[in-house]
């Protein structure tokens, strides 16, 4: 089960006992795994500026799950192709999740503990911040270039009636620069390619007999070419049409040609700029990079010449894999983890928080992370409400009698019991 629940209570002798008591039965029974949940000592300031925090940090903490959950979807977009493998990269700071959470140590460096709880609550939120920003940035890019990259494949690999012809024809196949003649292309179905040989040439007046010639085939039909006189062009696509023959508007341009084949090579260049081929430790070097290629302003490219791809399909199946391993997914990888561990340490601010708000100073509390068994969830929240009653008789009774109004507190559908309660759920990707 991937959600956990992170509590408090106090850390008096008396409270300690119960701690000692939950463990015991919630173990005894495999109600849930538990670990100790440090929270370092922190500067505490006035009432009014806790209360204030307090709604601060809710809002907060839901605006960071929902930037960690946009990333975590956004990298099983991107590896559209392994989705499998999704999962085994949600890390937070270099190891699985649930193995972060259980290990929680507060990041000193990034959160000093001596600044003001507001100070740090503000660092954290302007983190968040700046990451969905430009995960936003990030990722228009990204379905600008995936839709032009979608739109390319289908001219590729679409059938002839609608595909590129520009790695099929060639000059030999036209009669060209000639002011009486020209050259169409038709598309003939399979199940018609008799038809065509018997009927070509009297569809119209002015065809050149013996003109036509299959020049490619796919699983549908072939792709004929047919010579005839320009003034009856019209009348001949009119007749083809009447007899399922589509004739391709299409007009040998050798110029034109080219450049749309250079394009397609141009952009499977620049994705090689970018395209990490093999992460296996046999072609990365001590950072973690791929042999043939070296970090430059914190991309990656090539440490050597890179020959083009040997066709345009070629080139478009090595685009479609441009951000699935580039550079999109590194600032992913790195982000998640960053937004991740943000989000944990607010997590620990509202423990800490609510923690001074319900129990007082001195601050003496115990914070305690439980991961329930699936089955056995009612249960364990029965055993917590038996233990810690002490700490809100009216709250564990409004539990035992969910139609019970707490008399002067309006939490709405807020969930309130009478330990320090917050919910973590490790389901991302749902």
Aim: with cysteine; hydrophobic share 40%; aromatic share 10%.
């Amino acid at each position: 089960m991937s959600e956990f629940w992170l509590i408090s209570a106090p850390g008096d002798k008396t409270n300690l006992q119960a701690w000692e008591r939950m463990n015991m039965v919630t173990s005894k029974s495999s109600l849930s795994s538990n670990s100790k949940f440090h929270i370092p000592d922190l500067k505490v300031g006035t009432l009014d500026a806790l209360v204030g925090l307090s709604d601060e940090l809710g809002k907060l903490d839901t605006f960071a799950e929902s930037v960690i959950k946009k990333i975590a979807q956004y990298i099983g977009e991107v590896m559209e192709d392994s989705k499998d493998k999704v999962q085994e990269n949600l890390l937070a700071n270099g190891v699985d999740l649930i193995s972060y959470l259980t290990r929680f140590e507060w990041d000193m460096a990034k959160y000093p503990v001596k600044q003001p709880l507001k100070n740090i609550s503000e660092a954290l939120a302007k983190q968040v911040t700046q990451i969905e920003t430009d995960l936003k940035t990030r990722s228009a890019a990204y379905n600008n270039i995936k839709g032009n990259l979608q739109s390319l494949e289908k001219k590729t690999v679409g059938n002839l009636l609608t595909r590129t012809l520009a790695d099929i024809v060639h000059k030999e196949d036209f009669v060209l620069n000639s002011e009486y003649l020209i050259t169409l292309l038709v598309v003939v179905p399979k199940s018609s390619y008799v038809q065509w040989q018997k009927t070509y040439e009297s569809l119209s007046d002015m065809v050149v007999p013996r003109s036509t010639k299959m020049i490619a085939e796919d699983a549908e039909g072939g792709l004929f070419t047919v010579t005839l006189f320009r003034k009856v062009m019209d009348d001949f696509k009119a007749k083809a049409r009447e007899n399922r023959f589509m004739v391709r508007e299409f007009y040998f341009d050798e110029k034109e040609l080219k450049c749309e084949k250079e394009e397609l090579m141009k952009l499977a260049s620049d994705k090689k700029q970018q395209y990490v081929s093999n992460t296996s430790t046999a072609h990365v070097n001590a950072t973690g990079v791929p042999k043939h290629l070296s970090l430059r302003n914190g991309f990656m490219v090539p440490t050597e010449s890179c020959e083009l791809p040997a066709s345009p399909t070629e080139g478009v199946a090595i685009l479609l894999c441009l951000f699935s391993q580039g550079p999109l997914l590194r600032w992913l990888k790195v982000n998640f983890s960053e937004a991740f561990v943000a989000w944990i340490h607010v997590k620990a601010l509202r423990v800490f928080v609510e923690s001074v708000l319900r129990y007082g100073l001195p601050v003496n509390f115990q914070a305690m992370l439980l991961q329930p068994n699936r089955k056995s969830v009612k249960r364990l929240r029965d055993v917590l409400n038996v233990v810690f009653k002490h700490l809100d008789e009216v709250a564990a009774a409004s539990i035992m009698d969910p139609g019970m109004d707490i008399p002067g507190l309006q939490l709405s559908n807020q969930e309130y019991y009478p330990y320090v309660y917050f919910k973590i759920d490790l389901s991302l990707l749902d």
